[in-house]
T-cell receptor, first 113, second 113 residues
Framework: GNSVTQMEGPVTLSEEAFLTINCTYTATGYPSLFWYVQYPGEGLQLLLKATKADDKGSNKGFEATYRKETTSFHLEKGSVQVSDSAVYFCALIPDNYGQNFVFGPGTRLSVLP | DGGITQSPKYLFRKEGQNVTLSCEQNLNHDAMYWYRQDPGQGLRLIYYSQIVNDFQKGDIAEGYSVSREKKESFPLTVTSAQKNPTAFYLC????????????FGQGTRLTVV
């Protein structure tokens, strides 16, 4: 079946540090891949997405590249800020009609000043 | 502005009572979803609907019920049969086929007192 695996958290970084959150997936075909962010007490917001192999999604300094050969979609940011503290979810939607979204378990990021 | 609205943001229920959570979207999306999120956990699918007057059980449907009488609305009822209903509930919607992102509401935090 389809699944998403993320690195376990929490991840604690100092401000301006480099961030990587690993995400790997299992799915047939060519799923679309997403990173969502959730701030405390709120819903999920789309951070970035990629719909085909080698696509790079980017937003607010965050980037992730769709790697079909390694079935990965790792999230990176060159310099994190305190305001980036949140929970990050990797997700996919399979490319065959009628399938539902599959979410990873989430990774909590805390950025210290 | 288009979006998806959940209400109320906080809800308290006595044990043994049913309670209904509201979810409305004006994005003209065909598909709507309900997820449950427990502290420090990922999202679990409760129910989803791809068309008016039709819905399907997700992974944890027991103790919940839904209706989809209008395209814009997908209310969730948490019944007294749900053994542990205290959680954060998230509603989402997407186009069909779901090849692009799901949009989320702000969530409803339900507490049984």
């Amino acid at each position: 079946g389809n699944s998403v695996t993320q690195m376990e958290g929490p991840v604690t970084l100092s401000e301006e540090a480099f961030l990587t959150i690993n995400c790997t997936y299992t799915a047939t075909g060519y799923p679309s891949l997403f990173w969502y962010v959730q701030y405390p007490g709120e819903g999920l917001q789309l951070l970035l997405k990629a719909t085909k192999a080698d696509d790079k999604g980017s937003n607010k300094g965050f980037e992730a590249t769709y790697r079909k050969e390694t079935t990965s979609f790792h999230l990176e940011k060159g310099s994190v800020q305190v305001s980036d503290s949140a929970v990050y979810f990797c997700a996919l939607i399979p490319d065959n009609y009628g399938q539902n979204f599959v979410f990873g378990p989430g990774t909590r990021l805390s950025v210290l000043p | 502005d288009g979006g998806i609205t959940q209400s109320p943001k906080y809800l308290f229920r006595k044990e043994g009572q049913n309670v209904t959570l509201s979810c409305e979207q004006n994005l003209n999306h065909d598909a709507m979803y309900w997820y449950r999120q427990d502290p420090g956990q990922g999202l679990r699918l409760i129910y989803y609907s791809q068309i008016v007057n039709d819905f399907q059980k997700g992974d944890i449907a027991e103790g919940y019920s839904v209706s989809r009488e209008k395209k814009e609305s997908f209310p969730l009822t948490v019944t007294s049969a749900q053994k542990n209903p205290t959680a954060f509930y998230l509603c989402a919607s997407s186009i069909l086929p779901a090849t692009t992102e799901a949009f989320f509401g702000q969530g409803t935090r339900l507490t049984v007192v």
